[in-house]
């Protein structure tokens, strides 16, 4: 099917888009790699009038540091991440959930920021900003304001920002310390959305206990969450290998567990806690 | 598929069992709905305006309401069509008085078809989910209002916020708030 009919427009500051969603604030929908909303259009379950593109304003996709904070353009594409080699030195988890992104059309075109506004229950940034404990930088009409990752996502394709607002950059503290993460998901075989994905940033002690642990899971339910009771679970154990199964033994705790075709709510449950299992094992290893 | 819950209305039976059959508080409280228009006895056409997201549709269709047993119980018959899809669904209602508060259990079957069903087949659980959280939350706020006070108003964040906020009295009982 083709699209129904709309309007496109392209503006060069990130000002008049934020004027132009203000001006249409029905109709319009903002336009960054288009691969979550064309497919949408093109099957005309997305019917907007008005397409604002933001790939022709300058400086929106970059990968800066900021002392330890680094901070990622919103318009930064999967594939400009999976290949960042200083990514990969100071947060490998950008990486290494990027690279696990669709398909390799998906990473050319799409972006971290469309991903996350889009909020698909079954993205795999969403996963990964949770467990990094990433800040969301939106703009709109009445200036700009931080939104923490855990207040970002409300719910199934529902996030905080507000209708007028355009989400602008992501900001996430540079690992330190002795640190482990990985990012594992099953991928539904035709579409490639994660039936279940579990993103672990963890530190341990010089003693090897685990310090801190941070844990997003992402397909399992409406939206990403962080999964507080295997955190909770993990900080102070040894990170061996009966600690870690009983912790992630509660990966889909407290959460309503999405059933569907492909995989019964019974189904994601267990995967969920192998897959968390298999993530902060591969993590704690990496934690040197 | 099988849809079925509980939810518990901080209001007395009688007054739940009115708002669910009341078109006026219906219209209010379905998500989306713009219109219900009585087409018979305990017949009625309706347009909703729905989706989640950006993913929206129009869809027009019917509701019947059958089997009516004032305050306890009747049966809800929908169908609808539009651009997204088609459903056809069926529900029960029960309601059940528990020390001043209404247990409404719900449990019906929904066919839904077309493009929907097909492509986001892997996001319906939750969305009949969430419509059926907001559905019960809007009637809620319904069944609590007096008869001459003005309508409650309802819209996602105003039905979060109830929920947010009944939440927080269910989890530290409280009970001003």
Known sequence: MIPSQFDYVAPATLSEAVALLAQHPDEAKILAGGHSLIPAMKLRLAMPQLLIDIGRINDLAYIREEGSQIRIGA?????????????????????????????????????????????????????????????????????????????????????SLQPGEILREIRILAASGRFGQAYMKVPQPASGFAVVGVAVSLTRSTAGACESASIGVTGVASKAYRASGVENALVGSALDEQAIAAAASHAADGVSINGDLYASEDYRRHLAQVYTRRAIEAAAARAR | MKIEGTHEVHASRERVYQALIDPAVLQRCIPGCEK??????????????????????????????????????????????????????????????????????????????????????????????????????????????????????????????????????????????
């Open chain 2, 36 to 177: 219900l228009e009585k087409t018979g006895d305990d017949s009625y056409s309706t347009t909703l305006r729905t989706g989640v997201g950006s993913i929206k549709g129009v869809f027009t269709g019917n509701v019947k309401l059958e089997d009516m047993r004032p305050p306890a119980h009747y049966r809800i018959v929908v169908d609808g069509k539009g651009q997204p899809g088609f459903l056809k669904g069926s529900g029960d209602l029960d309601l059940e008085e528990r020390n001043g508060s209404t247990m409404i259990k719900y449990s019906g079957e929904v066919q839904i078809g077309g493009t929907i069903a097909g492509v986001g087949q892997r996001m319906i659980q939750g969305a009949v989910k969430m419509m059926a959280s907001q559905f019960f939350t809007a009637i809620e706020a319904e069944a609590k209002t007096e008869a001459h006070e003005p309508p409650p108003t309802h819209g996602f964040f105003r039905t979060a916020l109830r929920w947010f906020s009944g939440w927080l009295r269910r989890t530290f009982r409280l009970t001003s708030m």
């Open chain 1, 75 to 159: 318009m930064t594409t999967h594939y400009q991440i999976e290949s960042s080699d200083r990514l990969r030195e100071i947060s490998p988890l950008l990486p290494e959930t990027a690279a696990q992104i669709g398909d390799v059309q998906v990473r050319n075109k799409g972006t971290i920021g469309g991903s996350l506004a889009h909020a698909d229950p079954a993205a795999d940034w969403p996963a990964a900003i949770i467990a990094l404990d990433a800040e969301i930088v939106a703009v709109g009409a009445s200036g700009e304001r931080v939104i923490k990752a855990d207040d970002f996502f409300v719910d199934m394709l529902t996030t």
